[in-house]
């Protein structure tokens, strides 16, 4: 071995770090630790083009979740509509800016910045390039704090619990806004589903090698 590295081939339960030895090709099935019984790796064939697929998905949503109406309000004749980004306008023009910045940080630029970096490494990986190889192991690892303040669930959560309390004074239409952003949250479900970690970075490490 060198150093404290591993051998591509290799990878240690995160669990109870057991090495295991990796299959010489992406399976169907996933991979079980034979000591603690967890899973190691998911089934984690086509890995790369279902993370590619679902990753352009998200992009193409983005624009039209965050600049589209989400929802119109209707009661005594006055009409409201207002997308994602005009709520974070909203609550910076009346000077909750630390709100206005949270809601924009954790709900757009977040969330776009996992879908990119999923684009490129899947992208790599799938084009067979070598870009520098730091920048993309860094990308990657970005990945994981990406993934925890992914807050597109609470922010969708906040939306239906305030449909339900504003049902009974005003009429509500749900948006094109909200149709997309629904399908921005579902694309980032699926991420999480059809990423794997282990193959990915077996699959990285693969691409560094040189030729």
């Known amino acids: 071995m060198n150093g404290d590295r591993l051998p591509a081939d290799l990878c240690a339960c995160q669990f109870c770090d057991l090495l295991l030895l990796l299959p010489e090709r992406p399976s169907s099935h996933a991979l079980v630790c034979p000591r603690c019984r967890q899973v190691v790796s998911k089934a984690a064939e086509q890995a790369a083009e279902k993370v590619l697929a679902v990753a352009l998905a998200g992009l193409i949503l983005f624009i039209p979740a965050c600049f589209l109406p989400l929802m119109m309000l209707e009661a005594g004749g006055y009409r409201s509509a ?15 800016m630390l709100l206005s910045v949270l809601l924009l940080l954790f709900c757009l ?65 749900p948006g094109a806004g909200l149709l997309c952003f629904s399908g ?14 282990v193959m990915f970075w077996r699959l990285l490490g693969r691409q560094q090698v040189p030729s």
């Open 109 to 173: 630029v977040l969330p776009l910045l996992r879908f990119l970096l999923c684009t490129l490494c899947a992208s790599s990986i799938l084009l067979h390039s070598r870009p520098d190889s730091n920048a993309l192991r860094t990308a990657f690892r970005q990945l994981h704090w990406l993934t925890e303040w992914d807050m597109t669930a609470v922010f969708m959560l906040g939306i239906l619990v305030a449909g339900f309390k504003l049902a009974d004074m005003a009429v509500l239409v």
């Open 184 to 197: 921005l949250l579902l694309c980032s479900i699926l991420l999480t589903i059809v990423s794997d970690d």
């Open 82 to 96: 207002t997308s994602l980004f005009e709520s974070g306008l909203a609550l910076f023009e009346d000077g909750q």
